[in-house]
């Protein structure tokens, strides 16, 4: 796992416009943003096209990583969680669910058990992690991160906040993030 000076300077690199540092990037970081992405769309096809643009965009705008305060995980996994959702409201949307040929598809291939192995240790990691936030946050976090629920979504369903909502999952992010890199 790279830690934050290592992916910021990554993107410092990619901002001045270093490809080998966005293929750098994309080596260290697409497991974790491709598990995320095919967690809210469950489809294998769309998640790589929604992946694609989510480094078109990070190719794009590496260079504001910084002006908002966060941790570069943090910054990507929201390109990432936003890419999904975009994808998943627009085919909910055009009245299309393509996610059964990807099932199908994915009976007939041949399992990549090396990243089944690193899929299965990331969701470990984050399965004990999140036992240690109180259950309200952890299951406002699925619904965010996995159902691709937004936030005033969530805050409607609540009849609550969607200003402390955000402030709760930043919290709880910053848990999560401090969790995974022990």
């Known amino acids: ?73 943090v910054w990507l996994l929201s390109l990432a969680r936003d890419a999904a959702v975009a994808g998943l409201r627009l085919d ?29 240790v990331y969701s470990g990691q984050l399965a004990a992690c999140l036992t240690e936030l109180p259950s309200d946050h952890a299951s406002v976090l699925r619904s965010v991160y996995l159902e691709g629920l937004s936030y005033s979504d969530l805050a409607d369903q609540a009849d609550g906040d969607a200003q402390a909502l955000r402030r709760e999952m930043r919290r709880s992010l910053d848990h999560l993030r401090a969790c995974l890199s022990r």
């Open 92 to 120: 909910t949307t055009n009245g299309h669910d393509n996610r059964a040929p990807g099932i199908a598809r994915r009976l007939y291939e041949e399992p990549d058990h090396q990243q089944d192995r690193q899929t299965s």
């Open 1 to 73: 796992m790279s830690t934050d000076d290592e992916l910021e300077a990554m993107l410092a690199k990619i901002a001045k416009g270093d490809r080998r540092a966005l293929r750098g990037l994309y080596d260290v970081t697409s497991p974790r943003l491709y598990g995320l992405c095919w967690g809210i769309l469950r489809d294998d096809d769309r998640a790589q096209d929604v992946l694609i643009s989510v480094y078109d965009g990070i190719w794009r705008s590496a260079g504001y990583v910084r002006a908002n305060g966060s941790s570069p995980w």
